[in-house]
């Protein structure tokens, strides 16, 4: 009786909080400029466009040169296996990169390698400062490239011949959202499934779903109605103590397995999906907040109602507390394993944990985070600000053979290295219904890159801490001069770097 007590006054709080919040889908949309969109889907599609969209680049013979690439891998999280492999395996991407460098290799007679390290930025720092101009290109967490940017070890990618940023290989949307003063020091490639991985979106456990006699978030999508007023009450009616032992732990039900923080609280997600841009580039290409409004306030307390209840949410370090933890990694995927268990409705992450679903007993479905209102016309996803992305070194003074290749590579991967994860690995390996085939298509045209997030800015900090005091407009004043300041700073090196 009391679960159910707590379920009844979740829903009454939601149902009055939507009251009070009446006629804001009649707000002017805050529109985070990501342009939603599919991409090709079937390998017929694939073999029709492989030759017909080929970049046109003029023949060379780069006769045997050695083109390295410094990557990102053998830490715990956030590695890069995109870029180069040793040899055929007989796994489809493994395969797929081999066969894909080898096709780079042909085009243009050069010897295309890789050196890996664990922190690709320092190496990278160290070396360019001693004028080492052994590779031409690194693959590195967004946030750590963010620190070379400000020493002035990348280039502007904008200086490279031959790339057409406009085409799907390259993302659209991160040319905008990633450049500063107009001026691009990463971005990223097909060349790397990196950015697959990195968008936030919402798996479900249809079981559950399904015991609860909750409406599929499927239907929602089809009907153009996944919003937060319809996510958040499947949230909060999700609360079962299966032990009997009187507490909600990680051994009972739960609506959502919660993140919280300011670098990837589920909150931060939510706000973005509902069109929320925490930056946004003026005139010039300088980064201007853009978050402080009445909307985002909104958005807070509706999530606030339902994301602060422990009885149908459970955050990660509390429920791996007192945990044995020692087979995995970290406790993410010792929380994201209770997931494949059966204990929570939804839990937010992006693509490539689809890996620890593989043997789920439980069907399971994904779909994009919510909109805002039905009025918003397209779904948006913030990427982790921990990625990796592609940033050009400033030794490397062979920028007209760079384009070229990467361009070309790009391409060539987006054909061959994309299909085989997005097709092959994600949707027929792991996926179990056709919808959410449809759903990671969605998801992929909709990703949204947060300046302010990847160098350190503290903006969302600023809005994690306004949804853990519930208090927008203090926390925002208290904060406002700060958050300028640094912006002032960035802009002001990156200006002085010419």
């Known amino acids: 009786m009391k679960n159910l007590s707590r379920i009844i006054s979740a829903f009454l ?91 780079v290799e042909e085009k243009f007679n050069v010897d295309i390698t890789a050196l890996f390290t664990e922190t690709a930025d320092s190496y990278a720092t160290k070396s360019v400062l001693a004028g080492d101009d052994s590779f031409f290109a690194v693959w590195e967490c ?57 968008p936030r979106f919402l798996y479900f456990n249809k079981r559950i779903m399904e015991n609860y006699g909750l409406k599929s978030p499927y239907d929602y999508v089809a009907d153009d109605c996944w919003t937060l007023d319809n996510f958040l009450p499947m949230v909060a009616a999700v609360s079962a103590d299966l032990d009997g032992d009187g507490k909600m732990t990680r051994e009972d039900e739960f609506g959502m397995l919660r993140e919280d923080g300011g670098a990837n609280g589920n909150i931060l997600y939510f706000l973005v999906g509902s069109g929320i841009r925490a930056t946004t580039n003026d005139e010039d290409g300088i980064p201007q907040v853009s978050f402080f409004n009445d909307k985002t306030q909104t958005i807070i307390d509706k ?10 949410t459970i955050e990660y370090n509390k429920c791996a507390s007192g945990a044995d933890i020692s087979q995995f990694d970290h406790l993410w995927d010792y929380c994201r394993s209770l997931f494949a268990a059966g204990h929570f409705l939804f839990v937010q992450n992006g693509c490539y944990e689809t890996v620890q679903f593989n043997d789920m007993a439980d069907d399971y479905g994904i779909v994009p985070n919510p909109k805002y209102d039905e009025n918003q016309k397209e779904y948006y996803h913030r990427t982790d600000p921990y990625n990796t992305q592609m940033a050009i070194p400033m030794t490397n003074v062979d920028l007209e053979n760079t384009g070229m290749i990467l361009e070309w590579m790009s391409w060539k991967s987006h054909h061959t290295v994309l299909p085989a994860y997005y097709e092959t690995t994600i949707k027929l390996k792991r996926q179990r219904d056709e919808t959410a085939i449809e759903m990671l298509d969605i998801i992929k045209g909709s990703m949204y890159y947060e300046i302010s997030d990847i160098f350190g800015l503290g903006v969302s900090d600023v ?35 010419g």
């Open 13 to 103: 709080a939601i149902v009055l909080l939507s009251a009070i919040v009446a006629g804001c889908g009649s707000e002017e949309e805050e529109d985070p400029g990501v342009t939603a969109g599919t991409f090709e889907d079937t390998a017929d599609m694939t073999e029709e466009t492989t030759v017909s969209d080929e970049p046109e680049l003029p023949e060379t013979d780069l006769e045997g040169r050695e083109y390295q690439f410094l990557v990102r891998k053998g830490t715990h999280a956030y590695n890069d296996h995109w870029i180069e492999v040793e040899d055929m395996n007989g796994e489809v991407v493994n395969d797929a990169v081999f066969e894909r460098n080898r096709a």
């Open 142 to 198: 967004k946030n750590s490239l963010a620190t070379g940017i400000q020493k002035n070890i990348y280039l502007d990618m904008n200086l490279l011949s031959y790339v057409d940023f406009t085409a799907p290989y390259w993302d659209k949307n991160a040319v905008e959202q990633l450049s500063i003063g107009n001026k691009l020091y990463m971005m990223p490639s097909d060349i790397s499934m990196g950015n697959l991985t990195a």
């Open 303 to 312: 999530v606030s109602v339902v994301f602060k209840d422990e009885n149908c």
């Open 463 to 497: 809005l994690w801490n306004s949804y853990r005091t519930g208090d927008l407009a203090s926390t925002y004043a208290k904060s406002e001069k700060s958050m300028q300041k640094k912006i002032d700073k960035l802009v002001d090196n990156l200006t002085d770097m």
